[in-house]
Nanobody, 122 residues
Framework: VQLQASGGGLVQAGDSLKLLCAAS????????MGWFRQAPGKEREFVAA????????YYADSVKGRFTISRDNAKNQGYLQMDSLKPEDTAVYYC????????????????WGKGTLVTVSS
């Protein structure tokens, strides 16, 4: 499956932004989907994940209560709604997919898309 993240941009602290992950070349519903981010000089970190049918979601503590992951398998799309953004959320955001693994270890995910930059100004 091929993935492409989009929707990033420059926003102010407190604003909202919704990222899109468009999938192609596979049955999207057969994959767990996740979002990761990487800030300059830092390692890629887990943000959120969602199970195949969307019934289970998982979040990093740093975004819990502010971000919402969702998916629409009929459209082959996944989303990350980001509210109450903070400057520390500034990073390149990546979507990932895997047929089986749903966890926070980036190296365990099998499929990655190019990232989209989110910049939050104070």
């Amino acid at each position: 499956v091929q993935l492409q993240a989009s929707g990033g941009g420059l926003v102010q602290a407190g604003d909202s932004l919704k990222l899109l992950c468009a999938a192609s070349g596979g049955t999207f519903g057969s994959y767990v989907m996740g979002w990761f981010r990487q800030a300059p000089g830092k390692e890629r970190e887990f943000v959120a994940a969602i199970s195949w049918g969307g019934g289970r979601t998982y979040y990093a503590d740093s975004v819990k209560g502010r971000f919402t992951i969702s998916r629409d398998n009929a459209k082959n799309q996944g989303y990350l709604q980001m509210d109450s953004l903070k400057p520390e959320d500034t990073a390149v955001y990546y979507c990932a997919a895997d047929p089986n693994y749903i966890g926070y270890v980036a190296g365990a995910w099998g499929h990655w898309g190019k990232g989209t930059l989110v910049t939050v100004s104070s």
